[in-house]
């Protein structure tokens, strides 16, 4: 039977104690989506994550991969899981590791095929001990993909790895989604959610606050942030001008976000020495903020 959904979970929730880690959360992930989970730390992230893959148990609700349980999914090859962390044999090479985990599963992708897709074909013979952080995630890259599954789980994929390395990855994982997989990744580099995700999912203290488009939750929260150079600027009077929420300086310059910045920028120019005056909207960072700290949202609430 084929769905159209790739991943459900339904009121989910789970408390370690007193600890309330995920408090009736409820998500849909279609097939073929590229979906970014953010969240502070202690958001909730993980324990989803960990239910999703069958790790744990929810309390409540009920989760589903394919239609079928989690555990099923796995045992069926239909999930790909890349950690941040773990895994890793270390004194074992690259090859050895990659053809372990290849004979657990029932049709497993040819391991040169993997090694050249994770873009580290010249790694075979080496130890896993003796490869940098950022060739280690690729590793784990190339064993997520090995079951040839159908929706892969990416938890900070890029950990560990400089500019071109990320760009690479995610070219990696361009060409997967390419043919058809289902991505959830979570990650703390907002640039990476907002140009490689088709969808953002923000939680907050165990809830979801916020789904969208990236465009969307950048334009949920309003107001501009001015950035100018102010020599001497009294910072006192600019925080309390009508609309500025927030003042930061940096030398010479101020930045400052603001609910209407057309007044404040008639303030400045007409009370102040500043110039080199710059005026942008709100980036992904600046709304994950502002949803996270709750001065954007209260409860769950859709932007698509």
């Not at 084929?2 to 009736?24: D, H, I, N, P, R």
């Not at 890029?158 to 990696?172: L, P």
């Not at 929260?221 to 001008?241: F, K, M, W």
Request: some cysteine.
């Amino acid at each position: 039977m084929t769905t159209t959904t790739a991943v459900s979970l339904v009121g989910v929730t789970k408390k370690y104690g007193a600890v309330q880690a995920v408090a009736g959360v409820d998500l849909s992930i279609r097939v073929g989506e590229v979906v970014a989970l953010l969240g502070p730390n202690g958001a909730g992230k993980s324990t989803t994550i960990e239910m999703l893959l069958g790790l744990v148990r929810p309390d409540q609700g009920s989760v589903q991969v394919y239609g079928g349980t989690p555990s099923e999914a796995i045992a069926n090859g239909q999930i790909g899981v890349m950690l941040q962390s773990g895994g890793i044999i270390e004194d074992a090479k690259v090859g050895e590791l990659l053809n372990l985990v290849a004979g657990l599963h029932t049709k497993p992708m040819p391991v040169q095929e993997a090694l050249d897709r994770a873009g580290i074909a010249d790694l075979y013979d080496r130890k896993m001990k003796g490869l940098s952080g950022g060739q280690k995630q690729r590793v784990r890259f190339a064993m997520a993909i090995i079951p040839q599954p159908e929706l892969i789980v990416l938890d900070e994929p890029t950990t560990g790895m400089d500019v071109e390395s990320r760009r690479d990855f995610w070219a990696s994982m361009h060409a997967e989604t390419a043919r058809g997989r289902t991505v959830l990744f979570a990650t703390h580099y907002l640039e990476e959610a907002d140009a490689y995700a088709d969808r953002v999912v923000l939680m907050r203290n165990g809830k979801i606050v916020a789904d969208g488009t990236a465009a969307q939750i950048k334009a949920s929260v309003s107001g501009r942030t001015i950035r100018a150079t102010i020599p001497g600027a009294d910072l006192t009077a600019l925080a309390a001008l009508p609309g500025v929420r927030n003042v930061e300086t940096r030398g010479d310059v101020v930045l400052l976000q603001c609910a209407d910045s057309d007044d404040t920028l008639r303030y400045l120019l007409g009370n102040t020495t500043a110039h080199d005056i710059e005026v942008t909207s709100a980036d992904l960072e600046d709304a994950v903020l502002a949803i996270s700290d709750g001065s954007a949202y209260q409860g769950k609430e859709s932007v698509a």
